[in-house]
C-alpha cells in the first residue's frame, strides 16, 4: 500500500512539473471559435452523419469537455464574455429589452474601454496577439476614427476581419436580416404617407380640395425626408456592415462573401508563420457556420446536410489547414490549442429548402435561449501534446468564461483584482490535480433575465438545474420560436415558474422530466440551496452603462467606417476604388 502512494504521489508530481515546465516557456495560444454551431454536429459528439475529421483528431490528442456552457446564448454577449471572463452584464453588454446584439458599426455601443481581455494581459506579457475573423464588439464611439470597442483598442496588435457578423443582407440574393420588421413598418409608413399627399394633390387638380399647393409640396417634401432619413441606413446595411477592415483600415466595402473564407484562411496561416519564433495569441473567430451560409464550390452539395452541412465541412477542413500552419511551423509541441462555438445552433433559422441551423444534439433547445442546454452547451476542445493527455473527457460543468483565466495564467499574467472574474481557471482541470470544476453554482442569463441555474452537487454527483423562465415555443409543440428569429427573454414570450421547475441533469440531460416534491425527496432543499447561491451572486451585481441603449445601437453616419469619401464608400480587397 505504501509503495502504491509513492508511485501515485510521484506521478502527480511528474505531471505537475511537466505542465509547469511547459508553462514556463510560454506555449503559443491557438483559440478558434465556429459561430451558431450546435454541439451535435460534430463527430466527436455524437454525429455520425457529417464529415468533421480534423475537429475530431484535435479531441482524439486533446482533452474533450462534455459540458462546456457558453455565458449567454447570443454573438455579442457570449463573445464580450468569453474575452474578459465576466458575464456580459457587467459590460453592460446586455440588454433589457429590445436589442440583444450589436446592429450596426456604424453604432456607439461595444466593449468598453475599461473592459481587460485575455489579448491585452497577453500583449503586456510580451505575447504577439491577433484577431481573425469576427469581432462584434463595436468598432467607434464619438467619431469615425476613435476606433474605442475595436480589437487594437482591446489588446490586439493585429485583426484582419469582420468587425460586425454575417447577416443575410451580405448576400444581395437574401432576404433583408438586420431589423427587418421595422424596415417592413417604415416602407409601409412611407407608403402610407405618399398615397395620402397623391391623393390631397388629385383632389387639388380636381377642385375636390382647397389647399395651397405649397402645403401639398410641403408635405410631399416631409415625406421624401422621412423616406430618405431612413433608407440611408436601412437601404444600406450590406454597405455599412458587411465589410473587412485590417487593423484601422476598411480593405474591401462591401465584402465579396465568395472569397471571405479563403481570404480568412490566408490571414491566419500568414499571421502563424510571422509569428512562430513566438510566443503568439491567436484568436481564429470563424464566420462560418452563421447564415447565410456562404460555402465555397468544393464543398457545395457534398454532405448529407444540405447547405448547413456543406458549411460545417467546409468549416472543419479549414480548422484542419490551420492546425497545417501549426505543424508544418513546427508548433505543434509548443501550442496550446482550443475549439469552441459561441453559443448553440439556430434552431429558426430555415428557408424554402428546409433547415438553415445547426443541431443541438440530445438537448433541448437552441440560439438565443439562455436557460435550455441546447443554446449554451457547445463544444470544448483543448490540445496540447506532451502536456495535456490526449483522448481525455471531462464531463465537469465548465464555461467560455473560464478560458480568460487559463490563458491568462498559461501566459505568465495575473487576472484583474480590481473587478469580479465569474471565470475559473481551466488550469487544474486539464492537469489533472483537481478533480472538479471550480464552479459550483453557474447562472445562466438571457438578456439582463436570469433564466436558469445550475448547482454541481460534489458530493453526490449531481447536476440540479432550475429554471425560472422558459421561452414560450410556437406553434405549439415545436422546440423552437418559429417565426422570429430567436425567442425573446422576457414579456408575454416567455413562462415564469412559480415553482421552478427543476431537472436533474445528470440522469436527464435532455431535460424532459421536471421533478417534484413526489419524485425527488430533496426538492425544496435543492431550490433552497441554489436560491441561497443566487442571493450570494445578485450581491456582486452593480448598474454600469448600457451599451445596447436606443442610443448606442442607432446607427449614425459620422461613426460609419468607411473606404473612400462618405457616403460613397467603396473598394476592393486592400483599398483600391471600385466604382461598381
Not at 145 to 162: A, E, I, R, V
Not at 184 to 189: E, K, V
Request: neutral net charge.
Amino acid at each position: 500500500m505504501d509503495s502504491w502512494w509513492v508511485l501515485l504521489c510521484l506521478s502527480l508530481l511528474l505531471r505537475t512539473s511537466g505542465f509547469q515546465a511547459a508553462n514556463a516557456s510560454k506555449p503559443n495560444i491557438l483559440l478558434i471559435m465556429a459561430d451558431d454551431l450546435g454541439i451535435g454536429d460534430l463527430g466527436c459528439y455524437g454525429n455520425n452523419t457529417l464529415r468533421t475529421p480534423n475537429i475530431d483528431r484535435l479531441a482524439e490528442e486533446g482533452v474533450r469537455f462534455t459540458q462546456h456552457l457558453a455565458a449567454a446564448p447570443l454573438c455579442t454577449p457570449s463573445r464580450s464574455s468569453f474575452l474578459t471572463g465576466r458575464h456580459s452584464f457587467r459590460s453592460g453588454m446586455e440588454a433589457h429589452d429590445g436589442y440583444r446584439a450589436l446592429q450596426w458599426n456604424g453604432g456607439s455601443g461595444g466593449l468598453p474601454e475599461n473592459e481587460t481581455t485575455f489579448a491585452r494581459i497577453l500583449q503586456q506579457q510580451g505575447y504577439a496577439t491577433g484577431l481573425i475573423g469576427k469581432w462584434h464588439q463595436g468598432v467607434n464611439c464619438e467619431s469615425r476614427t476613435d476606433h474605442c470597442h475595436h480589437p487594437l483598442n482591446h489588446g490586439f496588435d493585429y485583426f484582419y476581419g469582420m468587425p460586425f457578423t454575417l447577416v443575410n443582407d451580405c448576400d444581395p440574393g437574401r432576404p433583408p436580416e438586420v431589423d427587418a420588421s421595422t424596415r417592413a413598418r417604415l416602407w409601409f409608413y412611407t407608403q402610407v404617407a405618399a398615397l395620402g399627399v397623391l391623393t390631397v394633390a388629385l383632389g387639388k387638380i380636381c377642385g375636390l380640395i382647397s389647399v395651397p399647393w405649397k402645403a401639398v409640396l410641403g408635405a410631399a417634401s416631409l415625406v421624401f425626408l422621412f423616406f430618405v432619413s431612413w433608407y440611408a441606413s436601412f437601404g444600406f446595411v450590406r454597405r455599412w456592415n458587411c465589410i473587412l477592415m485590417r487593423n484601422h483600415d476598411v480593405t474591401e466595402q462591401p465584402m465579396v462573401l465568395e472569397r471571405t473564407a479563403r481570404l480568412m484562411l490566408q490571414e491566419a496561416v500568414s499571421y502563424i508563420e510571422r509569428n512562430k519564433h513566438g510566443p503568439f495569441l491567436l484568436f481564429v473567430s470563424l464566420l462560418h457556420v452563421h447564415i447565410p451560409l456562404v460555402t465555397t464550390k468544393q464543398f457545395l452539395g457534398k454532405s448529407q446536410h444540405g447547405l448547413y452541412g456543406d458549411n460545417v465541412e467546409e468549416m472543419d477542413w479549414l480548422v484542419g489547414e490551420i492546425l497545417q500552419a501549426i505543424e508544418e511551423n513546427g508548433l505543434k509541441n509548443t501550442t496550446f490549442a482550443y475549439f469552441t462555438s459561441d453559443h448553440g445552433g439556430h434552431l429558426e433559422a430555415r428557408d424554402e429548402r428546409g433547415q438553415l441551423g445547426g443541431w443541438n444534439g440530445v438537448f433541448r433547445g437552441g440560439k438565443g435561449m439562455g436557460g435550455w442546454e441546447g443554446g449554451i452547451r457547445v463544444p470544448g476542445i483543448f490540445r496540447w501534446p506532451g502536456v495535456l493527455p490526449a483522448g481525455r473527457v471531462i464531463h465537469e460543468p465548465t464555461s467560455l468564461m473560464d478560458v480568460f483565466p487559463t490563458v491568462v495564467e498559461l501566459g505568465g499574467g495575473h487576472v484583474p483584482q480590481d473587478r469580479v472574474i465569474d471565470g475559473r481557471s481551466l488550469v487544474p482541470l486539464l492537469q489533472g490535480t483537481a478533480e472538479h470544476s471550480a464552479h459550483e453554482f453557474l447562472f445562466h442569463y438571457c438578456g439582463k433575465y436570469l433564466h436558469a441555474a445550475r448547482w454541481h452537487e460534489k458530493d453526490s454527483g449531481r447536476l440540479w438545474k432550475v429554471h425560472y423562465m422558459t421561452p414560450r415555443f410556437h406553434p405549439k409543440g415545436a422546440g423552437a420560436c418559429h417565426g422570429q428569429g430567436v425567442c425573446p427573454c422576457s414579456g408575454d414570450g416567455v413562462t415564469q415558474h412559480s415553482p421552478p421547475l427543476l431537472f436533474d441533469l445528470s440522469r436527464d440531460p435532455s431535460e424532459t422530466r421536471p421533478l417534484s416534491p413526489g419524485s425527488e425527496p430533496r426538492y425544496h432543499a435543492v431550490l433552497a440551496r441554489v436560491h441561497e447561491a443566487l442571493e450570494q451572486h445578485r450581491r456582486t451585481l452593480s448598474p454600469v452603462p448600457p451599451q445596447f441603449s436606443l442610443g448606442n445601437i442607432v446607427w449614425k453616419p459620422w461613426l460609419q467606417p468607411c473606404c473612400g469619401t462618405f457616403p460613397l464608400c467603396a473598394c476592393t480587397q486592400d483599398g483600391d476604388p471600385n466604382e461598381a
